[in-house]
């Protein structure tokens, strides 16, 4: 089958155009990297999207000074980056989440050298605005990017533990060589948001910390997006032990054969309609969580880390923390596909032995169908015999009647010796005919 056409082609020197092929193109410049000048705040929040339309999204992003102007098409694309006086905003829809990341210059007292500074205060945006966002929060972390020169990884970390107010950090030198340092305590702060610094060396281009912030954003983003799993995984772990105990049960009851087929049959596709419907609602979070970690796994190799002695590096920490929950969430659902194909296995042979069971009764009535045409057989061959008795002797009365008629006409017969006389000959008649008409029945 042809593929719709574009009608315009670029000065005949091509066929023209797929209709799809500008915006298969345009895919990989669909989200652009930011350009960040040093030093930085990058305030980040993605809220999940579910039940939020666009038209909200779009509301909310005029809500900006001077973004009234904004159309349903300037959203059309899933990514649009807004510069407003100070500061640049920048919007991307997934197909889960929705993220929203502001950047701004980084406040006076709030970089390398400060104790836990107080971030918040200094954004540009609108009081407000930020708790208006359309959606539920799944990430909110607040980056702080500083050039600071790294010749000194280890004094730059003591810094950076007053930076987090002395809580427990994970650190990693990034790219080889090293072009920046990264520090996060993975702590949910009261105002939700976590924190990250990022310490790069003086004159560090705008897209290299672009790129930084990107990957580091999405590690935090992808990684709790993977986790949805897990509460959905432990949530189905309790009915799935009960699951596999009752067909356990079932299984047993059908090898003891101590209940009836139909009430087994009745209980499997009970305990299969739970297993399938836990299956079709599940399906799609355990195969997103699949792929968010993925995403996690290639975020991380991106980051090239380095560690620094005294410290984890930041995708070691995670990974000691994410992997086992990753594990949970594959083995219920590996439980729970070999779950429903052992209720399969179970039924199809419930079916069988059903089937075995009824072709035993089928061939059971078949014997005593046989038996009963022989009984019949013989019984017609019975009736058969008296019958023919039967009519003979009608027929020698008749004939008796007949013969003592004549005798009264005058005709010298004796009657009882006339009958006599014909009686083999009627017997043979009679039997003679009751053959032609059986032999006639049996051939057609």
């Not at 829809?93 to 709030?110: D, I, K, M, N, W």
């Not at 003891?256 to 739970?274: G, I, M, N, P, Y």
């Amino acid at each position: 089958m042809s593929l719709p056409l574009d009608p315009v082609s670029r000065s005949g020197a091509l066929p023209a155009d797929d209709a799809r092929r500008r915006t298969l193109h345009d895919e990989i410049h669909a989200r652009p990297p930011a350009r960040i000048r040093l030093p930085a705040l990058v305030v980040y929040v993605a809220v999940l999207n579910d039940g939020v339309s666009r038209a909200e999204e779009l509301h909310h992003l005029r809500s900006l000074p001077g973004q009234q102007h904004l159309g349903a098409d300037d959203l059309a694309r899933n990514f649009l980056r807004l510069r407003c006086a100070g500061y640049t905003l920048k919007w991307e829809r997934h197909t889960e989440f929705t993220r929203y990341s502001l950047v701004q210059p980084l406040p006076a007292g709030c970089g390398l050298g400060a104790r836990d500074p107080a971030l918040q205060p200094h954004s540009l945006l609108p009081p407000g605005w930020l708790a208006a966002i359309p959606g539920r929060t799944m990430a909110a972390i607040e980056l702080a990017m500083d050039p600071q020169p790294l010749e000194e990884p280890a004094a730059l970390l003591e810094q950076a533990r007053t930076w987090f107010d002395g809580r427990p950090i994970v650190a990693s030198l990034l790219g080889q060589p090293s072009h920046s340092l990264v520090v996060t305590d993975f702590h949910l702060r009261p105002d939700g948001f976590e924190r990250m610094l990022v310490l790069a060396p003086p004159g560090t281009s705008e897209t290299r910390a672009g790129r930084i912030s990107a990957r580091l954003l999405e590690l935090e983003t992808y990684r709790m997006m993977a986790l949805l799993g897990l509460p959905v995984a432990k949530a189905l772990a309790g009915p799935l032990v009960q699951d596999e105990a009752e067909l356990a049960r079932l299984t047993a009851e059908m090898e003891a054969k101590t209940t009836s087929e139909q009430v087994l049959l009745d209980a499997l596709v009970a305990l299969a309609a739970r297993v399938e419907r836990s299956l079709a609602e599940h399906g799609y979070r355990f195969s997103a969580t699949r792929a968010y970690d993925r995403l996690v796994q290639q975020r991380a190799a991106e980051l090239r880390e380095r560690p620094i002695p005294g410290t984890q590096t930041i995708s070691e920490f995670m990974q000691r923390r994410l992997a086992p929950a990753m594990a949970t969430v594959a083995s219920v659902e590996q439980r729970l596909n070999a779950l429903s194909e052992r209720v399969a296995r179970a039924s199809a042979l419930l079916r069988t032995q059903v089937d075995i069971a009824r072709e035993e009764q089928n061939r059971q009535l078949l014997e005593k169908l046989t038996r009963g045409q022989a009984l019949q057989l013989r019984l017609q061959t019975t009736v058969e015999g008296l019958s023919i008795a039967a009519i003979s002797y009608y027929v020698i009365s008749l004939v008796l009647y007949g013969a003592k008629a004549l005798k009264s006409a005058g005709v010298p017969l004796h009657p009882e010796l006339t009958a006599g006389a014909l009686m083999p000959l009627v017997l043979w008649a009679v039997w003679r005919i009751n053959r032609r008409i059986h032999d006639k029945l049996h051939t057609d």
